[in-house]
């Protein structure tokens, strides 16, 4: 008797010694029974008549690059759609009160909703799996990284506004198949700007949003179109680049107060000009490109360099046309001979001696005092006196000489003093185009900030 109670107690003791089997987690078998006959290939509804209806929403994080050579944008945004899959329903209570599961999204079928303006896919995080809860919604949370192509207006830059737009569209399925809706309404996503990073270049305006259906090969397909309406924050390229351009034109103003006949003006201003060139080529790869329209900021940098240009040359021919007298002025260039030839035809004296007597009587006949003898009859009478000593003669011949020379001098004075208002004049009339050019860029910059602030 005790043999058979050691021999019970001894098989009590090896069944409590193997492990049990271990059951299937409720996770594992609801997992299973949903994936058992499911067919990721199928619109997952009972009826195939009806209609899937995919609900979109879209926060936009930051906006990475604009590109205006190949008008394209690089945005980051959290994408999320929404649906039912009737394929994938359960009773919580039969799987331990278990409301939503994870899925792999290669496990399950997912809609073909793309967005039209995709050039590229930048870098984003994998994320494999999908969220499904017991009444068959599915949840598609992912974060994109999208390069979008975009009609850019740099024509205002830095004061530009850029909107690209995204389109959402069902590349095979029409509406009839798939419809797609708001998450949200349109005023909330428009307003949505907590998630956007607000301390880059760019400031997020707002994002409105529209549905709307196309029609394309005799069918209706629905799509929902986000504008991102962006502006550029203008203070950095205001601060390097407009103020000093600027800076520079305004010392080239100062030097119209450096005088005509300085050389140190021509050294200035050639100074400035390549002080100027150097900061347009070390800031080239600030401004943007563009092969339809040259950005506002350009023309102005343009502008600016042909104002230095023309400054330049115009006192070069200011420092030419006072010195227009001298030889080797007249012998350096066909337009001084021209210019020297135009200017001084009404003051040319021949280098005959008759001529130069003549010329000399006509302005002695203009003065308030009459002269009776003429410097003609006074070299004649040189020639005729042959009885007066040698030092008498010689004492003639310099008093016409300086007689001569006072006019000659008179003369060129007089030439010299016309050249010098001229040249006055035209340095006058320039500094004033110079101001005049220079107060309407630098207003119309301005008005375009103050667009800018007030928009």
Known sequence: MSLIWLTLLFSAHLVDCVPEKPKRSSLNQLTRTLLRNYDSGVRPVHNWTSTTTIYIDLILQSVLEVDGKTQ?????????????????????????????????????????VIVSEFVEEGKSPPIPYVYVNSSGSVKNYRPIQAVLACSLEMYAFPFDKQNCSLTFRSWLHSVKEIDLALWRSADAIASDKREFMNDGEWELLSIPSQYRQIRQDDA??????????????????????????????????????????????????????????????????????????TPLIGVFFVVCM???????????????LLHHSEKEVKQMSLSACLLDKYGSAGHSYTESVFTSIK????????????????????????NEIQDVPRGLEWLLQE???LRLGFAQEDSESLAQSEWLSLCLRLDCLLFRFYLFVLALYTSTLLLLWANWSFT
């Open 306 to 320: 042909a104002m230095l240009m023309l400054s330049l040359i115009k006192s070069i021919l200011v420092v030419k």
């Open 72 to 112: 394209s944008i690089t945005t980051s945004i959290w994408y999320r759609q929404i649906w039912r899959d009737e394929f994938l329903v359960w009773d919580p209570e039969e799987f331990d009160d278990i409301n939503e599961i994870s899925l792999s999204s290669d496990a399950i079928w997912v809609p073909d």
């Open 220 to 293: 209706d397909y629905s799509q929902i179109q986000f504008n991102l309406l962006i502006r550029r924050r203008p203070l950095l390229y205001v601060v390097g680049l407009l103020i000093p351009s600027i800076f520079l034109m305004l010392v080239d103003v100062v030097s119209f107060y450096l005088p005509l006949d300085s050389g140190t003006r021509i050294a200035f201003k050639i100074s400035i000009l390549l002080g100027y060139t150097v900061f347009r080529v070390n800031l080239t790869d600030e401004l943007p490109s563009s092969a339809v329209k």
């Open 399 to 401: 008093l016409v000489s």
């Open 359 to 382: 010329t000399l009587d006509h302005i002695n006949q203009s003065e308030e005092f009459d002269v009776d003898y003429s410097l003609e009859e006074d070299l004649l009478s040189l």
